[in-house]
């Protein structure tokens, strides 16, 4: 088995990224990594009722219906866990920087990537919601969101980084700055 590279970093792995768990890395055409992730993963609290979205942001249901098409009402949660520490480089190729910003879930964790002026955000910063079909940075909705409070006290963990391009879990790359991007999303709010 091949070692992936860090191109293979998913926002799959952002997830409930705690000091203890595990999830895997990857695309399904190359070889899975382990990163260590909370137990639990995926089974997520929200402040919100994931069910009145659609109803309140009409614009969103071609996104929902994609992510229902592909699966994430199925997501199941994951057995095996490894340690991955709060912060500190992790030793696979690529070198990324755990960041913890805890918000969307109690455990997530960003990947920052010095040496690319990258960070992986996963949902912790989304340049679309998913659930309001807004674009821009952004905290993601009440619909997939644990604490917003939380989230927006993390965005300041991602702005630390200042990175140059930013790679949400959702919506497009942002290669504005990650300080930017924060800006705006703090000036956005919660949805």
Same mark, same amino acid.
């Given at each position: ?7 293979? !970093?998913?926002? *799959? &792995? ?10 895997? $890395?990857? +695309? ?19 402040? *919100? ?16 219906? +994609? ?23 992790? *030793? !696979? ?7 913890? +910003? ?10 920052? $990537? ?28 009440? &619909? ?5 409070? &939380?989230?927006?006290? +993390?965005?300041?963990?991602? &702005? !630390? ?28 709010? !919660?949805?």
């Amino acid at each position: 088995m091949t070692t992936p590279d860090a191109s293979t !970093v998913t926002r *799959d &792995a952002l997830h409930d990224a705690e000091p203890v768990g595990a999830h895997s $890395l990857g +695309s399904s055409r190359r070889p899975r990594l382990r990163l260590n992730v909370a137990p639990g993963i995926h089974q997520l609290e929200h402040e *919100d009722n994931r069910l009145t979205y659609p109803l309140t942001y009409p614009a969103a249901r071609p996104i929902l219906a +994609s992510m229902t098409r592909a699966g994430a009402l199925s997501v199941k949660g994951i057995t095996g866990t490894i340690n991955l520490p709060p912060s500190g480089v992790i *030793d !696979v190729p690529g070198q990324p920087r755990v960041v913890f +910003s805890p918000g969307h879930t109690a455990g997530h964790t960003a990947l920052h $990537l010095p040496d690319r002026d990258a960070l992986l955000t996963g949902d912790a910063l989304v340049t679309l919601d998913p659930y309001t079909a807004t674009t821009g940075p952004q905290i993601v909705a009440g &619909a997939a969101t644990a604490d917003s409070r &939380a989230a927006g006290a +993390s965005l300041e963990a991602l &702005a !630390v980084t200042d990175a140059r391009i930013v790679l949400p879990g959702h919506g497009r790359p942002w290669t504005s700055n990650i300080r930017t991007a924060v800006n705006l999303a703090l000036s956005v709010g !919660v949805t």
